[in-house]
């Protein structure tokens, strides 16, 4: 069963680790580009995710101009939701945005020590904004 718009948008602002996938070249030769990844996003609005200035994903992202993000669970019901988009702004990522995105994801106590090393780490970073315009979602219900 699909589920409603706010289910939906409900269930995408769980931090869920996504399937994040973009084109890998117009010519159909190539696979889609298909890693897992953390985003952020809030009920209603855009969503976003960073990764390395240099990265193949930011190459492919500029090429492509939209990307998709899947997320899913298995308890305690077989859920998932995948929404489509294009990029409609990409900036330097700032420290906030990595303290942000890592609180998502890590225990409080984890959050100082990764960010410290990321930002050092990781090289310089670059963050997409996706406006979700196509969506996917269904409930299978307890299986």
Known sequence: ????????????????????AVSAGADGERAPLTVPIW??????????????????KAELLGSAGRFTLMVDRLKPTIR??????????TAPARREQLVEIASRYL??????????????????????HMRPQRWVSSDLGKV
């Not at 952020?40 to 240099?54: E, H, K």
């Open 107 to 128: 225990p409080a106590e984890k959050v100082d020590g990764y960010v410290d090393f990321a930002w050092k780490d990781h090289g310089a970073q670059l963050v997409f």
């Open 39 to 56: 985003y952020q996003y809030a009920p209603g609005g855009d969503l976003w995710i960073m990764t390395g200035r240099d990265s193949r």
């Open 80 to 89: 998932y939701v995948s929404v489509e988009g294009p990029v409609i702004s």
């Open 1 to 20: 069963m699909a589920l409603s718009r706010t289910e939906r948008e409900q269930f995408l602002a769980e931090p869920h680790v996504a399937a994040f």
